[in-house]
């Protein structure tokens, strides 16, 4: 028998994951198997009227291994939180079926999970009548560039009254919206025209749906995961088409998964030609698009897992744990995951070299177990 594992504590948020869709695509039920929330997921529109908002630990085999190795009393796990929002309709920029509603308890989080119906199931209503992977897909994005629209050209009257006095940051400000807004009137997403740091800073206010990264989760049935069919093609190929990810999940099998203990999961996975959970590769889809790396600290009793934007620097990093870490910054001593492997532990990786200092320019990598120097 080994040592008891330490318990886990999840207090780190890594990102934020809008989840929407239209109505009855099984929106709830991914939900509910990804976070076991226990959502209300029913046959009919609008079953959720406020968000549901789920946090779980972000699965990190990394950490995992660490706290086997290093044995802490506590270890601190990423998170990663998850809102539900109500199924969206054609005419939900106008308020139909309370789509401004919905769209509003989105504006704040990171990135957006599409979810798409490619199962057919008569006792689930299609609220268009009929399946179309393709066709709610353009329904939806049509809807989010015509909410942002609307929210930006309330933006753009308060701008163009103060331009008029010729003020400089009014007129700069100007210029930026008005380039959205040729984008949105021409219906291609506010993410299409690249804007600056000054730039964002005026921008990112508006709180843009359509400047967000935004992923598609394909919800399907048990036979697509092993051989998909004509839905899940058309859907993979209109994914291609915009340059963005794609999920393939089957609500059914995710809810399953979760009855089963730990040790039977991944046989239970395999039968359907599956290496990881939806959930794993949901993660994986999000920090790829938001370019996030994780790093970790061993301080005192506690190993913790921190995610950070790619490209970092040190003294940033330690402002995640506190603002004097960074004030007070010396240096940073660093080892990779593979050199602490190597080592075994870190007296070990101290004795072979491996631990290195780095300064205030040094950017955080994936995998860095890092110890901040720093004046109380």
């Not at 226990?38 to 959720?48: D, K, L, M, R, V």
């Not at 209503?125 to 709610?136: E, L, N, T």
């Not at 309330?154 to 940051?169: P, T």
Request: some cysteine; aromatic content about 6%.
């Amino acid at each position: 028998m080994g040592a008891k594992p330490p318990s886990i504590w999840t207090e780190t948020m890594g990102f934020s994951c809008g989840i929407i869709g239209l109505p009855n695509v099984g929106k709830s039920t991914i939900f509910n198997a990804l976070t076991a929330a226990g959502a209300p997921a029913s046959n009919y529109p609008f079953c959720t009227i406020d968000p549901n908002i789920g946090v779980v630990q972000v699965p990190d085999e990394r950490l995992q291994g660490l706290a086997r190795m290093l044995n802490p009393p506590q270890v601190t796990a990423t998170t990663l939180e998850f809102r539900d929002i109500a199924g969206l309709v054609e005419g939900a920029h106008e308020g139909k079926g309370r789509g401004n509603r919905f769209l509003d308890q989105i504006r704040n989080v990171d990135v957006l999970a599409h979810v798409v119906r490619c199962f057919d199931d008569p006792n689930v209503v299609h609220v268009d009548g009929a399946v179309d992977p393709v066709r709610d897909v353009e329904v939806l994005e049509m809807e989010l560039i015509l909410a942002d629209l609307q929210a930006l050209q309330r933006r753009l009257d308060r701008i163009r009254r103060a331009a008029k006095s010729q003020e400089r940051s009014a007129m700069e400000e100007l210029a930026v919206l008005e380039r959205l807004e040729q984008a949105l009137d021409a219906g291609r997403r506010a993410s299409v025209i690249p804007l600056g740091q000054e730039e964002r800073a005026f921008v990112d206010p508006v709180g843009l749906l359509t400047r967000k990264p935004l992923f598609y989760v394909a919800n399907v049935g048990e036979e697509d995961l092993t051989a998909p069919g004509a839905w899940l093609s058309a859907l993979e190929k209109r994914v291609r088409q915009s340059s963005s990810e794609l999920v393939v999940i089957c609500g059914k099998v995710e809810a399953e998964l979760l009855e089963l203990p730990e040790e039977d999961r991944g046989d239970y996975l395999r039968a359907y030609g599956l290496e990881r959970s939806g959930l794993e590769r949901l993660v994986e889809v999000g920090y790829r698009l938001l370019d996030l790396v994780t790093f970790y600290t061993v301080v005192g009793r506690e190993l913790r897992a921190w995610t950070v934007p790619r490209g970092t620097p040190a003294p940033e990093a330690a402002r995640r744990i506190h603002s004097d870490m960074e004030r007070g910054f010396i240096r940073a001593d660093v080892i990779s995951f593979q050199q602490f492997l190597q080592a075994g532990s870190l007296s070990a990786a101290r004795e072979a070299g491996f631990i290195r200092s780095e300064g205030r320019d040094y950017e955080i990598q994936d995998g860095d177990i890092v110890t901040f120097r720093f004046r109380a």
